[in-house]
């Protein structure tokens, strides 16, 4: 039973993606810098789509193979959220150091 219901998870999943589309709005070259209260602020239950409704777009996506969008801070510092899809929750999400 475990094994039929992960299967149709992933069957989902990958149908989902499908009805999602990458926005190429999602990401802007001239994306301003969010401050660390925003990303603060940002609840955990947020896919990609509506993260970025709250931030504005990406800075860049330097994701292959998954989606990974980087927001520059005001702190210097880069926010990263990595995602399957954009209608998808976050794999992860989190602060960076830049180099």
């Known amino acids: 039973m475990a094994l039929s219901l992960g299967?149709?998870?992933l069957a989902c999943g990958g149908a989902h993606a499908q009805s999602c589309p990458w926005d190429?709005?999602?990401v802007s070259a001239a994306a301003k810098p969010v401050t660390p209260q925003a990303i603060e602020r940002l609840p955990p239950d947020l896919n990609v789509k509506e993260i970025v409704a709250r931030l504005?777009?990406?800075a860049r996506e330097v994701g292959s193979g998954v989606y990974v969008l980087r927001w520059d801070l005001t702190n210097?510092?880069?926010f990263s959220v990595s995602a399957t899809s954009p209608c998808a929750l976050p794999m992860a999400r989190g602060l960076l150091k830049k180099n």
């Open 7 to 9: 299967l149709g998870l």
């Open 24 to 26: 190429p709005q999602l």
């Open 56 to 58: 504005g777009p990406a």
């Open 76 to 78: 210097g510092q880069m």
